[in-house]
C-alpha cells in the first residue's frame, strides 16, 4: 500500500513534465518558451516590482503573425494588492530561429 502511495504521485509529475503532442511534442515547448522570453523581457520592464502573470495563459495565446514571428498576450497585475496596483495587458512578439533554442523578443508593450 505504501509504494502504491509513492508511485502515483511520481508518475502524475511525471506526466505533468511531459512534452505535448503539437508539433511533434514541440507545440507547447514553444509556447512555454516564448511566454518565459516574454515574462524575462517584462521583469526587465518592472524594476523589481511584484507582479502577477499567468505563464500558462501567456503562452497559451501564442499565435503566428504575417511575418513568421509570434505574438502573445494575457493580463498582468503590477503591484498586486498595494495601493498602486495596476492591471495592464502584456503584448509581446517573439521571434524563433534555428540558431538559438531561445527566442528573441522582438516588440514589448504594456496595453492599458
Request: proline share 5%; aromatic share 6%; charged share 20%.
Amino acid at each position: 500500500m505504501r509504494n502504491w502511495l509513492v508511485a502515483v504521485p511520481a508518475t502524475l509529475v511525471l506526466v505533468a513534465c511531459g512534452g505535448g503532442a503539437d508539433n511533434g511534442g514541440r507545440g507547447s515547448d514553444r509556447n512555454a518558451l516564448a511566454a518565459q522570453a516574454c515574462k524575462v523581457a517584462a521583469e526587465a520592464r518592472l524594476d523589481g516590482k511584484l507582479y502577477e502573470l499567468d505563464l500558462a495563459a501567456l503562452g497559451a495565446s501564442m499565435k503566428d503573425v504575417p511575418n513568421g514571428e509570434q505574438f502573445l498576450t494575457a493580463p498582468i497585475v503590477i503591484e498586486p494588492g498595494l495601493t498602486s496596483e495596476a492591471k495592464q495587458i502584456v503584448e509581446c512578439t517573439v521571434r524563433f530561429s534555428e540558431a538559438k533554442p531561445q527566442p528573441d523578443v522582438v516588440g514589448f508593450g504594456f496595453n492599458w
